[in-house]
């Protein structure tokens, strides 16, 4: 219900509690850092330098150089020379690997000091990641991004996988560190897609709050690429408005394991292949659970959060041109609460305020999902590639819950005064709620895809079918009652049961809906590649097309993209790239469904047009390799389904009436900004808007020509009135800088001791009160700022003193981490708990999200 009688008093604005922003002494950190000194001697280094080429001799660029088994390493420079530090007197084997050429290796033992000379020559080769041929010049000429899935494992954060490492890339906005949810570019969490080994990934749909969330798909012991787009992207993935996440798992060729243990969970996973390594095997489970955060935070109750799930990825050849994979994921996310308690000061600096809660009842979410997927892949020459998917998915998700609340609402001195308390000075309102639901979804997605892929001179042809069937069944009843000061809001002064005066109990908001949904999709994508190698120049053009059907809202789509790239004969090594097309979004279950009426909507797709200009140059600073990757985009926006976010929960509002932009420039610079070890950071500045076209609203004005509320008080009385059109107003993901920084560093004289750091900011986000229209949501929540450190000891590897023998002797790598999340101690939020006494005041209460904590993790691999 939208309430006619709204009023939001100076106390609408929260800040963060100054009183939570806690600095760690210096004298910590020291201490903190000589005790992992105490643990091991300082090693001898030997240094190897050189430069690698390919057959021809030409130099060759971004070739990875480091130790076997162990983070980090180097990169070649635009003229193909690379240097990097060994440990000393003991064997090391160098991995020498680039992307469709050979991996060569180098077994050295030097004395400490030596420096090496090793140049090496590279044979170029086709790379097939999972049946997919790409080659990183190729790459190069696209907007995907490769990142190395190996940093997952060294950034320390609360919500550790692949997700926590893309909220770092440029154009990525996540203010959750509990959630892996993320926006790009000014959309929203549903317009990014996601594919695992070509295989499209779906997420649960009823979670409302980030703690129910529990694992994501990916599972970043199974990754072996990571490809990432924040727009512009290829014909050949799929319908959605914003980003594409290309995720492959590993093709393993010998026997390896690992397991990661910490205060926040446990992963383990095991890979190998036969013999004849016709027969591979990758299986991975993992358990998470948030219990250690959540009992940190304002409200107090007992939380049972337990998050489970296994993959395997199974491979057989059944000759040398066909292979057959079987992909399986099951997973199973519960989460109970109940809360007890909660205490929360907002307010400003001369009215500090205070809200006190306590809660009765609980709250039970179940979410459990299954996936299945078989790939047939054959490659009957060396140019031709025909790939055969079918998957079926399946989601069962459960919410109930009953919470009674009450509150009260209280001015607190700003005074000073003598120990930890500070005095109430009045009590401002009480009040109490229950909310209620019992929401049940029972999803199924089927699909059948061919795919094609054919290299021929200098063009790359690909293209492909797929039909995909959706079933949904849910049943929806959630309601939400509001007693403020012993009235119900809204207030009708009449009785219960007097027909006289029609009265009756009143509910702030209440849903009710069960429905049923069977139906199809057809898609089709063709997409070409010519490179157009010159002399000194490269020219790449890459033009395409989707064509998308529903059979439910019967809509035809039609969706051209191309992408134009080039180097010029420069000194400078820099690429050039220009891309546009028509992106359309179709329909899913969330936009089918309104906060006011679920009744399934025969809503249209939105559309998004992009135009997006970037370029890298790739240059040596301080004789170590850097890369500094920007792009400029502009998106026209339309047919846009207008929606709102509380925490995690998405409500659109159910109609394409809606138009809008989103404009912005992305930077990323990354390299060795300590020598051997990769590290970056990433700046954005956007604006989004949208118009809703049909909204309006009428103005009134007194004698003296001030605009009024109409009759909040008899002294206001209209004398005058006028519509007001709203016109552009910042969209819910409009955030005008964010920044995220990776970084990496380690003792020079035993490289052992490292240490591991992520940088978080972003502006604040527009909120506003629910129930009033969107235009008026222009209050901006408080900046998102985070900072995650991790201090990490490697116990047995290269680098440490630990000898491999007896239990040990099979351990590739052993460390031990430390981590202080939340280093700076911010008082982040996520959301508002809006809360209003009978006079009509209205006050937006933080919830904030997690406090510094302290994470202990342990690694090996085998």
């Known amino acids: 219900m939208i309430f006619n009688k709204l009023s939001i008093n100076q106390h609408s604005i929260s800040y963060p509690k100054l009183n939570r922003i806690v600095p760690i002494p210096a004298g910590f950190l020291i201490m903190l850092i000589f005790c992992f000194q105490a643990f091991s001697v300082f090693s001898q280094h030997a240094t190897v330098s050189g430069r690698i080429t390919d057959s021809q001799n030409r130099p060759l660029e971004l070739v990875t150089i480091a130790i076997s088994g162990q983070p980090g390493g180097t990169t070649t420079s635009a003229d193909g020379r690379y240097s990097l530090q060994i440990p000393a007197s003991r064997p090391v084997k160098i991995v020498i690997t680039l992307l469709g050429y050979e991996t060569d290796s180098l077994l050295l033992n030097l004395a400490p000091g030596i420096k090496e000379t090793k140049d090496r020559t590279l044979k170029q080769k086709a790379v097939v990641l999972n049946s997919l041929v790409i080659e990183d010049r190729q790459l190069r000429s696209t907007n995907l991004n490769r990142i190395n899935p190996r940093v997952v494992s060294a950034l320390p954060s609360a919500g550790s996988g692949v997700e926590s490492l893309i909220k770092t890339m440029p154009g990525v906005v996540s203010n959750n560190e509990l959630s892996s949810q993320y926006s790009v570019r000014g959309g929203n969490y549903d317009e990014n897609l996601i594919y695992v080994n ?72 095991v890979e190998g292949a036969s013999d004849d390594t016709r027969f591979t095997y990758l299986v991975g489970a993992r358990y998470k659970t948030i219990q250690y955060l959540l009992n940190s935070m304002e409200t107090k109750g007992s939380y049972k959060p337990v998050f489970l799930d296994l993959q395997s990825l199974l491979s057989y050849n059944l000759n040398e041109h066909l292979e057959l994979s079987l992909l399986t994921y099951l997973s199973s996310n519960t989460f109970t609460v109940i809360p007890e308690s909660r205490e929360t000061n907002f307010g400003t600096l001369f009215e500090p305020l205070r809200l006190t809660m306590f809660f009765d009842g609980r709250e039970s979410d179940k979410y459990k999902s299954m996936m299945s997927a078989i790939t047939l892949t054959d490659k009957p020459n060396k140019n031709l590639q025909v790939k055969w998917i079918t998957s079926a998915y399946r989601s069962i998700e459960q919410e109930s819950y009953d919470i009674q609340a009450q509150y009260w609402i209280n001015l607190l001195s700003n005074k000073a005064s003598e120990g930890d308390s500070i005095e109430v000075i009045e009590a401002k309102g009480y009040g109490e709620y229950i909310t ?250 956007m604006r989004t808007r949208e118009d809703i076209l049909d909204d309006s609203v009428m103005r009134y004005y007194n004698a003296a020509g001030k605009l009024i509320r109409k009759g909040i008080t008899t002294d206001n009385v209209a004398v005058d009135s006028s519509v007001y059109y709203p016109g552009y107003f910042p969209r819910p993901t409009d955030q005008l800088v964010t920044f995220g920084m990776f970084f990496q560093d380690y003792l020079p004289s035993n490289p052992s001791y490292k240490m591991n750091v992520g940088i978080f900011f972003g502006t604040g986000l527009p909120t506003g009160a629910p129930g009033t229209q969107l235009y008026t949501h222009t209050v901006r929540m408080s900046p998102y700022r985070r900072v995650d450190i991790g201090l990490a000891k490697q116990i047995i590897g290269p680098d440490a003193l630990h000898p491999h023998s007896g239990f040990f002797k099979n351990f590739k790598n052993l460390w031990f981490t430390f981590e202080i999340l939340n280093l700076l101690q911010v008082s982040n939020t996520v959301s508002y708990n809006w809360v209003r006494d009978f006079n009509g005041n209205q006050y937006s209460v933080p919830n904030y999200l997690t406090p510094r904590q302290i994470n202990i993790r342990l690694s090996a691999e085998l």
């Open 198 to 269: 070509d295989i499209e990934i779906y997420k649960p749909f009823l979670v409302h709050a980030s703690q129910q969330e529990g694992l994501s798909f990916l599972n970043s012991d199974l990754v072996s690429s990571i490809l990432f787009s924040a727009g512009g992207f290829d014909a050949k993935y799929g319908d959605r408005l914003s980003s594409t996440l290309d995720i492959r798992y590993k093709h393993p060729r010998a026997f390896a394991a690992s397991a990661t243990g910490s205060l926040l969970g446990t992963n383990v996973h």
């Open 436 to 685: 209620h639901a019992r929401n049940k979804l029972d999803m199924t997605v089927m699909n059948m895809e061919n795919r094609y892929s054919w290299v021929h001179e200098r063009s790359f042809m690909q293209w492909g079918v797929k039909y995909q069937k959706e079933i949904f069944h849910d049943k929806l009843k959630e309601w939400y009652m509001v007693d403020s000061a012993q009235y119900i809001l809204p207030y009708n002064p009449g009785v219960p049961g007097d027909s006289g005066n029609q009265a009756s109990l009143y509910l702030k908001s209440s849903t009710k809906s069960s429905a049923d949904l069977n139906s199809n999709r057809y898609t089709a994508f063709v997409q070409n590649t010519w490179d157009l190698d010159g002399d000194s120049t490269r020219l790449a053009f890459t033009i395409g097309a989707r064509l998308h059907y529903w059979d439910f809202n019967k809509q035809l789509l039609f969706s051209p993209r191309a992408t134009l790239s080039y180097k010029p004969n420069w000194k400078k090594d820099i690429m050039f790239r220009l891309s546009s097309g028509m992106y359309y979004q179709p329909p899913f279950y969330r936009e089918l469904h309104t906060a006011s009426d679920t009744t399934i909507r025969n809503v249209k797709a939105q559309e998004s047009i992009h135009f997006v200009l970037g370029s890298d140059w790739n240059f040596t600073a301080w004789h170590r390799p850097f890369k500094f990757v920007s792009e400029v985009y502009y998106k026209i926006l339309r047919n846009l389904d207008p929606y709102e976010v509380d925490n995690v929960r998405i409500q659109y509002m159910g109609a394409n009436n809606s138009k809008g932009y989103a404009v912005g420039i992305d930077m990323k610079v990354n390299g060795e900004f300590v020598k051997g070890v990769e590290s970056w950071a990433s700046l954005s500045v």
